[in-house]
């Protein structure tokens, strides 16, 4: 805040912070967004979704000290549960910068110039839709579970491989800046529709916008706690919106050789879930996910030199699949009893945390 220049009124980054029950954790996420010393003014955007604990007196404080900087809405109903997403628009509503970035409550920055760098990039480099860096994460006793990358990213527009694996967004949303001028709330809320996860649908979305680039540094936590949103939403809310959201996103692809890219990762998401149906038990769900998936044979039909995609689970076969549903299941239960492999350590998962 030392070196701001401008018109505070006038913000160049727009921070939208998320809150609900971060009571343990809320002061160090205000403190990293506070402890920015960048050379323009920023507005730091707070929601706090209906908190039943003391997150909404302690962002107060903030605000007493910080009128100006900090401009918190505080909800006496939770929206989230009311629509996934209306939070969205309430806070790109809102947004006056240049450019946004993300870091909710449970998170936060440890780098004071980490705004600066990613807008002074994004301010040389007109190409580049997005900048992000790599983050930590700490468990609820700030203990380091997982520590970043050192290596610079870049992934080209389009580049829906880079997307998925996680080049965009490869430290997560606390990471990320963007231009504000580059998305459109309508298109990203019919992207996000009944999603439980939010930033990978983001991610996916300003892939189609423009390039992005990854500091070669770590500037942020992620905290991987059991109130955590990632702990809350269970394995088949992560994959139904990788589904979901790659369905939806085809309209904006007109390439035919990203359509295979895309199809492709498809086909790999839906063996993950069935695997994972059939490692949890869930023998109901597993019939009614693999019907319609069996009916849907093109659907299903995997894309010559994709094959490698699925070789984590060289025990489905995909013609056995379309025939047989019974032999499927008999397969799927030796796995169930004999194999040591989990979906909660396959890295497709991992990189979503």
């Known amino acids: 805040m030392i070196n701001w220049k401008g018109d505070i009124t006038i913000p160049i980054v727009s921070?939208?912070?998320?809150?609900?029950?971060?009571?343990?954790?809320?002061?160090?996420?205000?403190?990293?967004?506070?402890?920015?010393?960048?050379n323009f003014p920023i507005e730091i955007l707070i929601h706090d979704d209906a908190s039943n604990d003391n997150?909404?007196?302690?962002?107060?404080?903030?605000?007493?000290?910080?009128?100006?900087?900090?401009?918190?809405?505080?909800?006496?109903?939770?929206?989230?549960?009311?629509?996934?997403?209306?939070i969205r628009k309430i806070q790109y509503g809102r947004a006056h910068g240049k450019y946004i970035a993300y870091?909710?409550?449970?998170?936060y920055w440890t780098d004071p110039s980490k705004l600066q760098k990613q807008v002074d990039f994004l301010e040389s480099h007109l190409e580049y839709v997005a900048c992000f860096h790599y983050t930590d994460t700490v468990n609820e006793d700030n203990e380091i579970m997982k520590m970043s990358g050192d290596k610079s990213m870049v992934c080209y527009i389009g580049d829906?491989?880079?997307a998925i694996q996680g080049c965009f967004g490869k430290g997560s949303t606390l990471s990320v800046?963007?231009?504000?001028?580059?998305?459109?709330?309508?298109?990203?809320?019919?992207?996000?529709?009944?999603?439980k996860i939010g930033d990978w649908p983001l991610f996916l979305y300003l892939s189609l916008k423009g390039k992005a680039y990854t500091l070669p540094e770590a500037m942020g936590v992620y905290r991987n706690h059991n109130a955590g949103v990632t702990k809350i939403i269970n394995h088949l809310d992560f994959f139904q919106t990788r589904i979901l959201v790659m369905h939806r996103i085809e309209k904006y692809i007109s390439d035919t050789e990203n359509i295979k890219i895309l199809k492709s990762y498809?086909?790999?998401?839906?063996?993950?879930?069935?695997?994972?149906?059939?490692?949890?038990?869930?023998?109901?769900?597993?019939?009614?996910?693999?019907?319609?998936?069996?009916?849907?044979?093109?659907?299903?039909?995997?894309?010559?030199?994709?094959?490698?995609?699925?070789?984590?689970?060289?025990?489905?076969?995909?013609?056995?699949?379309?025939?047989?549903?019974?032999?499927?299941?008999?397969?799927?239960?030796?796995?169930?009893?004999?194999?040591?492999?989990?979906?909660?350590?396959?890295?497709?998962?991992l990189n979503n945390k």
């Open 177 to 195: 800046v963007f231009r504000s001028n580059k998305i459109s709330i309508n298109e990203l809320n019919e992207l996000n529709k009944d999603c």
């Open 103 to 107: 870091c909710e409550g449970d998170d």
């Open 160 to 162: 829906y491989i880079s």
């Open 55 to 86: 997150t909404a007196e302690i962002i107060r404080r903030y605000q007493t000290l910080y009128p100006n900087i900090i401009k918190p809405i505080y909800q006496t109903e939770n929206q989230y549960s009311k629509d996934k997403g209306v």
């Open 266 to 349: 498809q086909h790999r998401v839906y063996f993950r879930k069935l695997n994972w149906l059939i490692l949890s038990g869930n023998w109901h769900l597993l019939i009614k996910t693999l019907i319609p998936l069996i009916k849907a044979k093109k659907e299903l039909k995997l894309i010559d030199g994709y094959k490698h995609d699925i070789k984590w689970v060289p025990e489905f076969d995909l013609d056995i699949m379309k025939k047989n549903i019974i032999k499927t299941i008999v397969i799927g239960f030796k796995n169930f009893i004999v194999r040591s492999h989990r979906i909660d350590e396959d890295p497709l998962y």
């Open 15 to 38: 921070v939208s912070c998320l809150t609900y029950n971060h009571e343990k954790y809320i002061d160090d996420a205000i403190n990293g967004l506070l402890i920015q010393d960048t």
